[in-house]
């Protein structure tokens, strides 16, 4: 794995450190490729620990496009959003698109007032936040979607809902040719207990068990909200035993 196309910074208030500490050690780690795709700022919202304010966004890209060419003979830096796709901002997101290299669907929200799929999500929500995620596939705007399994996060069990939501996503990915990733940061809320099995929440075992029932294209994102996460690979071993036994398709080389 050579690329990192979900890294934070420290302006959506939850992650640490400088713009180009993540750049150097993304260098030390040996990628090809970092991405920057920072949580989507709304002008009408002030989550100061969720998200960067609106007038915060012209640093950004600055910041990280001074990056780019700064560190251009060392690596290939890309800046771009992670965002919640809600319909009625699809022109805000397609004018963000022509500023920035990439747009990725990280859908943590229900809405925009801070109700959160981390915090409980019921059989009717799983549901919500499937065709949330379809609606972003189905949008054109965005690259890949985000820890599709977040859900599970504010859940304490599968259920029918569940693998239901995970076709109607793997069936929308597979549709749209949009990959799935595999997120290395889930490890962070450790284990928890669905029912009698002891599991990190994401990536979720039983989600990806649908997944590889389609002609899905799965990749790797450390979802870094400090810069020493890009060089802890030994997440992908223990990622990958959680997933054991199950066939994806898993790229080891991605570009977007
Ligand atoms: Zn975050
Ligand atoms: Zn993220």
Known sequence: MDYNYHTHTDRCGHALGEDEQY??????????????????PFKEVHHPSERMDYAQMEGYLESINALKAKYADKIEIKVGFELEYFPEYKDYYQSLLKRCDYLICGQHNKTLDAYSYDLYADDEDVIIYANQVKAAMESGLVSFIAHPDYFMLGRNRWSDACAQAARIIAEAAEKNHIPLEINLNGLRYGKKLY??????????????????????????????????????????????????????????????
């Open 23 to 40: 750049v150097k050690a993304a260098i030390e780690a040996g990628f090809k490729v970092l991405g920057f795709s920072d949580h989507v």
């Open 195 to 256: 029912g009698d099995l002891e599991v990190y929440p994401y990536p979720f075992p039983s989600f990806w068990q649908e997944v590889a029932k389609y002609n899905v294209k799965c990749i790797y994102s450390f979802d870094a909200h400090r810069p020493t996460t890009l060089l802890e690979k030994e997440r992908i071993a223990l990622v990958l035993d959680q997933l054991n036994g199950i066939h994806l398709h898993i790229e080891e080389q991605f570009r977007i």
